[in-house]
């Protein structure tokens, strides 16, 4: 935190504008050590020393969405199979050579995967429930009612 706020302070000094607040932040691990540091130096005696324009902390569920993701390559995800309808059937059918069930190696491509997964059954869901047989197609059947 040092670092961060050495860098604030410098730019404050060399610039005409004066940052009084930078958001700083990471996964879970990262602000809960930010947030350590700042609770450790809120007594010292200037602004700098407790890092007073280092706020707000955020902070990214980078871990969980990790965890998530590997546990439906865990349950969904069979390699030997190329069924319609399945993981590795939908990667080998639209081409994403990239996406594979190391999630942890592959992250990046497996979640851009599975949200296009999922938004594709989604609208697939809808149509049906709809009645719509392409994009430009009206609704024939569960229309909702207008008010008046």
């Known amino acids: 935190m040092d670092s961060y706020q050495d860098f604030v302070t410098e730019i404050n ?15 879970q691990l ?13 007594g010292a005696y200037t ?27 865990k349950v969904l995800f069979n390699k030997k199979t190329f069924d319609k309808g399945t993981l590795n059937g939908e990667k080998v059918k639209i081409n994403r050579s990239s996406v594979n069930e190391d999630v942890k190696n592959h992250y990046d491509d ?15 869901a809808l149509m049906e429930y709809f009645g719509i047989q392409d994009i430009a197609a009206p609704m024939t059947k569960n229309k909702p009612r207008s008010n008046p």
């Open 47 to 73: 602004a700098k020393d407790r890092f007073d324009n280092l706020y707000p902390i955020s902070f990214e569920l980078f871990h969980t969405s990790m965890n998530f993701l590997d546990l439906m390559f």
């Open 13 to 27: 000094n060399k610039s005409d504008i004066n940052l009084n607040s930078i958001q700083i932040g990471g996964d």
């Open 30 to 42: 990262t602000r809960e050590r930010f947030s350590g540091a700042k609770t450790l130096r809120s």
């Open 110 to 124: 497996d979640k851009d995967f599975m949200v296009s997964y999922v938004k594709s059954y989604i609208a697939a």
